[in-house]
């Protein structure tokens, strides 16, 4: 079987977040399944010195944005780049700190129209897989522009808050007929809608957890996209991510100051002493190390976290920040950082050295989260031996089990409510078995066990992508 993925990041080539991750991921956990997987991205300027032996295999042009726009493909190994200087060669890949970028809606029309070009040249495939809404378009271009073409096509939805949203007038300029700007193709509230349009025209969709599959079928959760859902409902599966182990393990971890592994934790005491001392934090090394390694918005949940600030930090805890974010919740937690500066710290950037020393050095990982399709910063989590505190939403509700009250069986805490209190109380739960040190260690062990490898989803993707081939039989 030959499946080609589509995306607009993936690892080690570029990454913004959690897509990036899962693209460089599941395409190879496939081809260890004898799968022929392939992937298609567009060529940043900030590829170009992170990797070298690239292949041209063919060039091409497209009319949009009312004018003729060259492209070339090259190859690195199973990954196909779409290279076009113009809309691609710029410092970063959505965005400035000003806002998106104003052209993304030609940016990644394009990127599927070309990506399809792309594959169709290159003899085809069995399924063609697209990520996201900046892949999106492929499926409509596939039935609208090419129809004689027997690809089936998968969307997989990571994140259903992002859309790719843009004015109705572009649609001439992605070279898209008037036929498919209606309320059951692309037309959303007077605008286009890239994802809607995925959604409509791929064959079958998939989110990243099961439980995300059935929270965008909700009004809360669906962002206005449920309805189309719901009219698709029998082609949507929930399929949960993965991570990679053999990047994420704490026993050949080049980021580590000291090397541990699931089945023998102690290396983890050292690592946090090392954590600690870096971060300054040296009145309280006793205490429970707990770590926040995300985007500081609030989809994260940070704000119930600055919601329950002061009686948190009157428990016996130290607090390690990690990330970037919204401006004010920014501002929020430098303050907090000034008014605590012996246990809690804050790190304003991305530091891929920092956030695994982190997960090696915690006790406890804090995902709050008021929604998480599936998150993977608490799979690695478990990996390093620390429990997660987790909101029970999406992927998080599907991979951390809350200590039962008798049995201390469990692999982290979960709470229900977006609220501080809620939040607030799970973390005084944390505390609580951190001072038992039976129970703590033997959640930390289960935990550690826990195999969210990329290998079963790999499988259930494969028998996804083979129930597709054989519809037509």
């Not at 023998?264 to 205490?287: W, Y």
């Not at 303050?335 to 950037?349: H, I, M, W």
């Not at 608490?378 to 998080?396: C, D, E, H, K, N």
Request: aromatic share 10%; charged share 20%; glycine share 8%.
């Amino acid at each position: 079987m030959r499946v080609f993925h589509v995306a607009s990041e993936a690892v080690p080539y570029v990454k913004t977040g959690g897509l990036g991750d899962v693209m460089g991921s599941l395409p190879a956990a496939l081809r260890s399944l004898g799968v022929d997987s392939l992937l298609v991205v567009p060529f940043y300027d900030k590829i170009v010195p992170s990797t070298s032996g690239f292949e041209k295999v063919r060039s091409g042009s497209l009319t949009m944005g009312g004018r003729v726009l060259p492209y070339t493909v090259l190859r690195h190994d199973c990954v196909y780049f779409v290279s076009q200087p113009e809309l691609y060669g710029r410092d970063s890949v959505y965005s400035t700190r000003e806002g998106d970028y104003p052209d993304n809606w030609l940016r990644f029309a394009f990127f599927a129209r070309a990506a399809l070009e792309t594959i169709a040249a290159l003899g085809g495939a069995d399924v063609i897989h697209v990520h996201d809404w900046q892949a999106a378009l492929l499926p409509v271009y596939l039935r609208t522009v090419m129809p004689e073409r027997t690809e089936k096509t998968l969307l997989t939805i990571h994140n259903i808050a992002y859309q790719g949203i843009f004015p109705a007038s572009v649609l001439a300029d992605i070279q898209l007929p008037e036929s498919v700007f209606t309320i059951h193709g692309l037309e959303f509230y007077g605008k286009l809608n890239y994802l809607k349009g995925g959604i409509v025209w791929s064959d079958e969709i998939s989110t990243v957890s099961p439980t995300y599959a059935h929270e965008i079928l909700t009004p809360e959760l669906g962002f206005r996209l449920n309805g189309i859902l719901e009219v698709r409902r029998e082609h949507l599966t929930g399929i949960l991510n993965g991570i990679d182990y053999s990047y994420w393990d704490p026993a050949t971890d080049a980021a580590l100051p000291f090397l541990y592994s699931a089945s023998s934790l102690e290396g983890k005491e050292r690592n946090k002493q090392h954590v600690l001392q870096e971060a300054g934090i040296t009145s309280h090394p006793d205490f429970p190390l707990f770590a926040v390694i995300s985007r500081l918005v609030s989809q994260k949940g940070i704000d119930l976290m600055l919601g329950a600030w002061d009686e948190m930090m009157a428990l016996p805890l130290n607090l390690i920040v990690l990330g970037t974010g919204d401006p004010g919740i920014e501002a929020a937690l430098q303050e907090k950082a000034s008014q605590y500066p012996d246990r809690f710290v804050l790190n304003r950037r991305f530091d891929e050295g920092l956030a695994h020393r982190l997960y090696a050095g915690s006790d406890f990982f804090l995902m709050p989260s008021r929604f998480e399709p599936c998150g993977l910063s608490q799979m690695i989590a478990l990996r390093y031996g620390s429990v997660p505190v987790v909101r029970r939403t999406g992927g998080l509700k599907d991979t951390i089990q809350d200590v039962h009250p008798k049995t201390g069986v469990g692999n982290g805490i979960s709470f229900d409510e977006a609220t501080p209190s809620s939040f607030l109380d799970a973390v005084k739960r944390a505390v609580q078995l951190y001072a038992t040190p039976d129970a703590y260690r033997r959640v930390q062990a289960i935990g550690a066990t826990c195999d969210y490898s990329w290998q079963a989803s790999a499988r259930d993707y494969l028998a996804l992508y083979q129930s597709m081939s054989e519809g037509d039989q």
